[in-house]
């Protein structure tokens, strides 16, 4: 059974704002919470982390409570790691003493897993003002994993960061939540970032949740090579050949099992190969039956697309994507980087 964080809060900023919401999330994997901007995606993370004091408020975590009318957890002690839109990384300290500063709150002697996943060995030595946005991003993350902490807030982090910037730093967020295996909220209004590191995504808009939205199509696949700046995967289940090269940052290993986030929004699903020069991946599928949307086999593995034309149960398809970013697998990543 999966633990869940369970809450009821409601908090107003005079006339101005209100936020009232209530929900079970299931502490597995990284559950997106997606909207516009002012929404109060920001300060529901805050009244949750205890940041932001909500006028009433019933918080469990697992089988803690947070909050309630009796019970207040301060902030420190709810073992979260939170990681803002601003890095906030200690500017007279090296990128070691900021990861190391995580690190001892909670007495925690060995981070090497954390800085690997991050790649972050070549920085350790840097001072903060030396380091690039992106780079700046990873230490910030890189310090509230050290942490060990029970549940990672991130709120917009890659907030600000150009679609090229952003592309890079994705793939390492997905290593290193799955190699410190802790639950993750993330706060975004990025599709891309929600198809590529998100297991479930909860709408919000207006200070109030709009209720769950499609999980992102994801297929697992097997990284084959790794050479002049290309990885090679082999989609699980389908016959040598069935790989593609893709120009991604070099994050997998020869043997490591990714997860591809399939792009809802530039998928195409036609009768016939389309041949497409610009499609990073082009599938064979199956039309199966599903509820929900059009439910596609691909090699033995099952997604269900939000649309998609009427077709009869068993018509062969073709799928193509025009983008797909990489998210390692925690069931297999880290054994296969012993």
Known sequence: ?????????????????????????????????????GGGKTTLLRALAGL?????????????????????????????????????????LTVARNIRYGARRREVEN???????LDLGGLMHRA????????????????????NPAVLFLDEPLSGLDWARKSELLPYIGR?????RVPALYVT???????????????MSGGRLTGWRPAPARLTATVISVSDGVMRVLVDGAEAGGGADLTLPLIAEVGETVGLGLPLDSLMVSTENPGRNDALLTLPATAVEGEGGLALDIFGQRIVLARGGPHAIGAPLWVSAARILPRPEPSDS???RR
Do not use: C
């Open 111 to 117: 981070y090497d897993a954390i800085v690997d996943a």
């Open 189 to 203: 209004h990025s599709l891309a970032e929600v198809t590529t590191l998100a297991d479930r995504v909860l709408g």
């Open 176 to 180: 290193a939540v799955s190699e410190a």
């Open 1 to 37: 059974m999966v633990d869940t964080l369970e809450f009821r809060l409601k908090l107003s900023r005079g006339e101005m704002f209100s936020l009232e919401a209530a929900e079970t999330i299931p502490l597995d994997g990284v559950t997106a919470i997606m909207g516009p901007s």
């Open 52 to 92: 932001e004091r909500a006028g009433r408020a019933n918080v469990r975590f697992r089988e803690t409570v947070w909050e309630d009318r009796d019970h207040w957890i301060p902030p420190e002690d709810r073992r979260i790691g939170f990681v803002f839109q601003n890095p906030a990384l200690f500017p007279h």
């Open 128 to 147: 903060v003002q030396e380091l690039s946005g992106g780079e700046a991003r990873r230490v910030a993350l890189g310090r509230a994993l050290a942490s």
């Open 334 to 336: 880290a054994d296969n």
